[in-house]
């Protein structure tokens, strides 16, 4: 145990490398995308420690060449998965047990470690297997994994400092215990961070994990796994297993010691993983914690006052970067009639100033693949719808070309109905639709946004009208977790901009926040009377 109220260190936003001709950091993550990209990595799971092989393996491509293979993964049977809960919940023995400081102690080397020696590993990795420019993969895989890290150490500390008000004679203090049993960490493709930190939050405060990282990120998950045991993260704390997602997680949720479950990915997913943790309930030991952060249909509404190079900005790097594949990517917009034409205009001269989507080893790129074939054929059949429909139009973009990468060029989509189908149903790639209002309906499209999606993730307005700002605000309170004044409604900052929404966009429990931390602890009141009562009468009994 320590002996100390233990200040740990300030936690700062880690800075943005540029990447910029001739850097020593281009250099570098240019030689480890070559090493990577020529080798055939054999990635095994890991469970207590051990490096598990089935030889059952599915092979890893990049999505901008699917024809070359860059290693391979072990996929676990129901023995694997077994075995990684019972690794997990011997571990929890002596890991929750472990002095607080201790733990943030791994996890703040983890932190030094991307930062350092691994910052080109772990940013080439997400280039070659989640198609990422070396800009996106830097925000993600080194700053912001370096930012979960760093910040939840921080509020780590201050949840345990939170202490109850005493008494004379009494003393009052609260004890914030892991969870009793076992996590279960399901993390996606598109945020190399994300899948760090799902479940590195909930293994910070204590608890034990199994997490199944998507079939997609496994080349970068390997990164993560490497950091955390140089990092000297204990055997069998976090588990990793690959595979067939319904027997893991049938098995898992199964267990009476399930006890959480920390998920990114999609929404019908989540309802129903919730649905069965429902059926469940009466097997477990515990009320199990479900904390989920799905999809999106996030807006940018613009008001007829906003500057139309500053919306046109707004558009091109919200619905295109990375492809469009960010839960909180730009995918509906709302403009106003008066400087509509002007803006798509500045658009179009955007995507006209692109290079065609290629690989993200030539940094020149600014849009690159989409994750796999059933993505690209999902968006290539609503472009084909939209080049049919009556009441929608492709003004920019509508090229797909699946032959070498699965490439779809960034395309508007703009349409006179406010219901079309791509103005509701999240796409998840690079085709943002466009609806024109007139000026004078300003509020009316306002009331249209709020009821228009299922989803309540993201949202920005842009405008120079105070009045219209307090407005937008006021009436979208409840379709957007993270709510974007005269900005893009993506890049949250962890520490600054905490994640998530609600609705059917997750349980908005705020990642990049003390508040996703609580979720993964149980806490225990104590109190101690110091001199205790000897007489059982009141002095109301005379």
């Given at each position: 145990?320590?002996?100390?109220?233990?200040?740990?260190?300030?936690?700062?936003?880690?800075?943005?490398?540029?990447?910029?001709?001739?850097?020593?950091?281009r250099e570098a993550?240019?030689?480890?995308?070559?090493?990577?990209?020529?080798?055939?990595?054999?990635?095994?799971?890991?469970?207590?420690?051990?490096?598990?092989?089935?030889?059952?393996?599915?092979?890893?491509?990049?999505?901008?060449?699917?024809?070359h293979q860059v290693g391979q993964y072990h996929l676990a049977s129901q023995k694997e998965v077994d075995q990684a809960?019972?690794?997990?919940?011997?571990?929890?023995?002596?890991?929750?047990?472990?002095?607080?400081?201790?733990?943030?102690?791994?996890?703040?080397?983890?932190?030094?470690?991307?930062?350092?020696?691994?910052?080109?590993?772990?940013?080439?990795?997400?280039?070659?297997?989640?198609?990422?420019?070396?800009?996106?993969?830097e925000i993600d895989a080194a700053c912001e994994l370096i930012d979960f890290l760093r910040f939840n150490v921080e509020f780590m500390s201050q949840?345990?400092?939170?202490?109850?008000?005493?008494?004379?004679?009494?003393?009052?203090?609260?004890?914030?215990r892991p969870?009793?049993?076992?996590?279960?960490?399901?993390?996606?493709?598109?945020?190399?961070?994300?899948a760090g930190n799902l479940p590195a939050s909930a293994a910070m405060m204590g608890n034990v994990v199994v997490w199944k990282?998507?079939?997609?990120?496994?080349?970068?998950?390997?990164?993560?796994?490497?950091?955390?045991?140089?990092?000297g993260l204990p055997d069998g704390v976090i588990n990793v297993v690959f595979g067939d997602p319904v027997?893991?997680?049938?098995?898992?949720?199964?267990?009476?010691?399930?006890?959480?479950?920390?998920?990114?990915?999609?929404?019908?997913?989540?309802?129903?993983?919730?649905?069965?943790?429902?059926?469940?309930?009466?097997?477990?030991?515990?009320?199990?914690r479900i904390v989920g952060e799905t999809g999106g249909k996030d807006f940018i509404i613009a008001h007829p006052s906003a500057v139309p190079q500053q919306v046109a900005t707004a558009i091109t790097r919200g619905a295109f970067e990375f492809q469009g594949q960010k839960c909180s990517a730009a995918s509906r917009v709302y403009l106003p009639k008066s400087s509509a034409e002007t803006i798509l205009e500045l658009v179009k001269k955007d995507i006209e100033s692109l290079k065609k989507p290629g690989s993200p080893e030539d940094m020149t790129h600014f849009v690159t693949a989409v994750i796999h074939e059933g993505s690209f054929d999902k968006l290539a059949s609503y472009i084909d719808r939209a080049k049919e429909h009556p009441s929608a139009e492709i003004i920019a973009g509508g090229s797909y070309d699946k032959s070498k990468g699965y490439f779809v060029d960034p395309t508007v989509i703009l349409t006179t109905d406010p219901h079309y189908e791509t103005m509701e149903t999240e796409l998840?790639?690079?085709?943002?639709?466009?609806?024109?209002?007139?000026?004078?309906?300003?509020?009316?499209?306002?009331?249209?946004?709020?009821?228009?999606?299922?989803?309540?993730?993201?949202?920005?307005?842009?405008?120079?009208?105070?009045?219209?700002?307090e407005e937008a605000t006021r009436v979208l309170e409840n379709c957007a977790g993270n709510f974007y004044i005269n900005d893009k409604p993506t890049g949250a900052v962890v520490g600054q901009q905490p994640f998530g929404g609600a609705r059917a966009s997750g349980t908005n429990d705020k990642a990049g926040s003390a508040q996703n931390l609580m979720r993964w602890v149980s806490p225990r009141l104590i109190k101690e009377t110091f001199v205790s009562p000897e007489d059982y009468r009141y002095p109301f009994l005379g």
């Open positions: 145990m320590g002996k100390g109220f233990f200040q740990v260190p300030t936690a700062i936003n880690e800075p943005v490398n540029e990447y910029a001709p001739g850097s020593p950091e993550v240019l030689k480890q995308y070559k090493e990577y990209f020529n080798g055939n990595a054999d990635i095994p799971m890991y469970i207590n420690g051990k490096e598990v092989r089935t030889n059952q393996t599915r092979k890893i491509a990049p999505p901008h060449d699917h024809q809960v019972s690794t997990a919940l011997e571990a929890r023995k002596k890991w929750a047990a472990l002095s607080w400081e201790q733990r943030a102690a791994i996890f703040l080397r983890a932190a030094d470690l991307i930062a350092g020696p691994y910052r080109a590993k772990i940013n080439a990795a997400t280039m070659i297997a989640q198609s990422k420019t070396i800009h996106q993969a949840i345990y400092q939170e202490q109850p008000e005493s008494a004379e004679g009494i003393w009052n203090r609260v004890e914030y969870l009793e049993g076992f996590v279960y960490a399901i993390t996606p493709f598109n945020f190399t961070a994300i990282p998507s079939d997609h990120q496994i080349f970068s998950a390997q990164v993560i796994i490497e950091v955390f045991r140089e990092a027997m893991i997680t049938n098995t898992l949720l199964a267990h009476p010691d399930f006890s959480g479950l920390h998920f990114t990915g999609s929404t019908q997913i989540f309802q129903s993983l919730w649905k069965q943790i429902g059926n469940n309930i009466h097997n477990y030991k515990t009320y199990p998840f790639g690079p085709v943002v639709t466009v609806y024109v209002y007139e000026d004078k309906n300003w509020s009316s499209t306002l009331e249209l946004i709020d009821q228009t999606s299922i989803y309540a993730l993201t949202g920005a307005v842009i405008s120079r009208d105070r009045y219209a700002i």
